[in-house]
């Protein structure tokens, strides 16, 4: 599996964006996805997974009630909606597959891994 994140960009604070990850791959629809940032000086962090089938999400408490994961399995892609972006948002935005939404939450058996997409938010 190939996956090319995309949608960042720069933002003021309180304001949205819609990341997505496009995926190559007929078996995209098994796998669960994960969306992970990593701000620079900083560790890469979780921040959100959704599982195979689209009905498990898992969140970040810091992006709980703010963003939310979905995903469209026809069009191989995962869509990461921000809203109320915060300046501690900005990052680099990585998707990434495994087989476990509940294991991709804690970082452990992601599979693939796509290229990051920058986000930065101005205050």
């Known amino acids: 599996v190939q996956l090319q994140a995309s949608g960042g960009g720069l933002v003021q604070a309180g304001g949205s964006l819609r990341l997505s990850c496009a995926a190559s791959?007929?078996?995209?629809?098994?796998?669960?996805v994960g969306w992970f940032r990593q701000a620079p000086g900083k560790e890469r962090e979780f921040v959100a997974a959704?599982?195979?089938?689209?009905?498990?999400?898992y969140y970040a408490d810091s992006v709980t009630g703010r963003f939310t994961i979905s995903r469209d399995n026809a069009k191989n892609t995962v869509y990461l909606q921000m809203n109320s972006l915060k300046p501690d948002d900005a990052a680099v935005y990585y998707c990434a597959v495994g087989r476990s939404g509940s294991r991709i939450r804690l970082g452990q058996n992601v599979d693939y891994w796509g290229q990051g997409t920058q986000v930065t938010v101005s205050s």
């Open positions: 959704i599982n195979s089938s689209g009905d498990v999400r």
């Open positions: 791959g007929r078996t995209f629809s098994n796998y669960a």
